[in-house]
Nanobody, 121 residues
Framework: QVQLVESGGGLVQAGGSLRLSCAAS????????MGWFRQAPGKGREFVAW????????YYADSVKGRFTISRDNAKNTVYLQMNNLKPEDTAVYYC??????????????WGQGTQVTVSS
């Protein structure tokens, strides 16, 4: 069992930056690939980025490529999402998830409660 708690969301102007963190409980954090997803009002959950168990490889949705960076610190049981050059369309609740990796939500077993990111124009 893995429990995930996101933090770092908030209100930011377009062009600004935020860094999301996701702290995991348990001693098996490094056994899981980690992903970030987001859900805007009235829309489905959307893949943002994922990172392999070792942190050696990461993948991004085209909509965030070049602006967002996912990273992890297995010693701290934490995964991060650095978001730069934010746009109003990035406004959503952001969720971290632990699983086997990939861009499909069904590949992830454990989910955090989400953190709100709001980007004003």
């Amino acid at each position: 069992q893995v429990q995930l708690v996101e933090s770092g969301g908030g209100l930011v102007q377009a062009g600004g930056s935020l860094r999301l963190s996701c702290a995991a409980s348990g001693r098996t954090f490094s056994s899981y690939a980690m992903g970030w997803f987001r859900q805007a009002p009235g829309k489905g959950r959307e893949f943002v980025a994922w990172i392999t168990r070792s942190g050696g490889i990461s993948y991004y949705a085209d909509s965030v490529k070049g602006r967002f960076t996912i990273s992890r610190d297995n010693a701290k049981n934490t995964v991060y999402l650095q978001m730069n050059n934010l746009k109003p369309e990035d406004t959503a609740v952001y969720y971290c998830a632990a699983g086997t990796g990939g861009s499909l939500a069904s590949s992830y077993l454990y989910w955090g409660q989400g953190t709100q990111v709001t980007v004003s124009s």
